[in-house]
Every structure is written in structure tokens, then in C-alpha cells.
């Protein structure tokens, strides 16, 4: 089973700022990656697909990149709405199992 | 407009059922093509893909809790069902459905509260 580890924990920063979030699979993924944003008490949200690939409405601000095992997800100026908390997510082979790492909260400075 | 909307008990008591609704709005559920997820989160934890079933009735589930799940559809409703059996309180989360890409879940519904406790 292909395991995501995602860092930092948390990262504190302050709007206007550039953020970069790592998530590293234990296997390789091809671009099998998705980010999603979560705000408290509200379902996720798909941001990035197949690793850079921006989902419908996603601004532009928000960008992924990276293959095989190592994958970035980069947010180029922060907004005040921004501060959630994000996870990656991938899809194995076959079956076709999905996993999602343990998430990455971002905190106003 | 493609919405989900999942409901189920707030409340269970631990060694029985669960059974859980995603109702389907704004696309069929025997559209070639569609496939619809079942995930889970818990009180502060990351999520958890719990089981898929296809517009051919494929269905998939996860590893480690397949013994406990059956996930089904109903056309007719353009509903998907999930029952977990013998809940323990290590099920208590939030339950999402959600239209399920290849890759990806791209629509989720709000999220139904399961709580198991006696």
C-alpha cells in the first residue's frame, strides 16, 4: 500500500506570502495526485488534479508540479480565504485504491 | 449543477449497522461514466477512502475494512448506500460522498456526522 507523507505539519505564514507544500508517496504515483483544500466544518475541496492540472474555479495563485514520488503544491501570494488545511491524495494502480496524507494546516502568522 | 447530499443516523451504538444515503442531483447515476466514493474523516484526522461503485455496478473497497462494507445503488432514486456492520466507536467521523474521476473526487456532499457510542 503506497503511503503519503506530507510536511510540514503546519506552516505559519502571513498574507502576501509564498507557501510550498511537499508531498512525498513511498511508491511512485506516475501524476496520480490531487490536493484538496479543507476549511473547518466543511467538506474538501479539489484544487489540483493529475499533479498540475488546476480543478474548475481554482485561481490561478494556486499551482502543482512534481512526478513519481515527490510533488509540490505552491500557493504564489496568500489570501486571507487560504488558510485551511490541505491534503494530497493519490489513486494506486489496480485496484484502484485511493489515499490521502495526513494533511498540512496553514496558519496566519 | 452536480450535487451530493449524504445522510444517515447521527447516532449509533457500537456491534450494529450503519447505513448510510448519497443522493445524486444533476446527473444520472447510470451515466457511462460516473462513480461515486465513499470517504470518511474523523475528529481531527486526515481522510480515509472507504469504497467506489461505478455506473456498471464494479465496486471497489478499502483494504483494510472490506469485511465490513457493502456499498450498493439504486437507479431509481439516483441513491448510492453504504452499510458498515458492527460499528465500533473508531467509526465516529464525518461520512462524504463524492463523484469519483479516474484519479481524483471532484464534486463532495456536505457530510453526515456518525457518532458510535452506547
Known amino acids: 500500500e503506497i503511503v503519503l507523507t506530507q510536511s510540514p505539519v503546519t506552516l505559519s505564514l502571513s498574507p502576501g506570502e509564498r507557501a510550498t507544500l511537499s508531498c512525498r508517496a513511498s511508491?511512485?504515483?506516475?501524476?496520480?495526485l490531487a490536493w484538496y483544500q479543507q476549511k473547518p466544518g466543511q467538506a474538501p475541496r479539489l484544487l489540483i488534479y493529475?499533479?498540475?492540472s488546476r480543478a474548475t474555479g481554482t485561481p490561478a495563485r494556486f499551482s502543482g508540479s512534481g512526478s513519481g514520488t515527490d510533488f509540490t503544491l505552491t500557493i504564489s501570494s496568500l489570501e486571507p480565504e487560504d488558510f485551511a488545511v490541505y491534503y494530497c491524495q493519490q489513486r494506486s494502480g489496480w485496484p484502484p485504491l485511493f489515499t490521502f496524507g495526513p494533511g498540512t494546516r496553514v496558519d496566519i502568522k | 449543477q452536480v450535487t451530493l447530499k449524504e445522510t444517515g443516523p447521527a447516532l449509533v451504538k457500537p456491534t450494529q449497522t450503519l447505513t448510510l444515503t448519497c443522493t445524486l442531483s444533476?446527473?444520472?447515476?447510470?451515466?457511462?461514466?460516473?462513480?461515486v466514493s465513499w470517504i470518511r474523516q474523523p475528529p481531527g484526522k486526515t481522510l480515509e477512502w472507504l469504497a467506489r461503485i461505478d455506473w456498471d455496478d464494479e465496486k471497489i473497497y478499502s483494504t483494510s475494512l472490506k469485511t465490513r462494507l457493502t456499498i450498493s445503488k439504486d437507479t431509481s432514486k439516483n441513491q448510492v448506500v453504504l452499510t458498515v456492520t458492527n460499528v465500533d466507536p473508531a467509526d465516529t467521523a464525518t461520512y462524504y460522498c463524492?463523484?469519483?474521476?479516474?484519479?481524483?473526487?471532484?464534486?463532495w456532499g456536505t457530510g453526515t456526522t456518525v457518532t458510535v457510542s452506547s
Open positions: 444533476g446527473v444520472a447515476l447510470s451515466s457511462s461514466g460516473m462513480r
Open positions: 511508491q511512485s504515483l506516475s501524476n496520480y
Open positions: 463524492a463523484r469519483t474521476r479516474t484519479n481524483y473526487m471532484d464534486v
Open positions: 493529475d499533479a498540475s
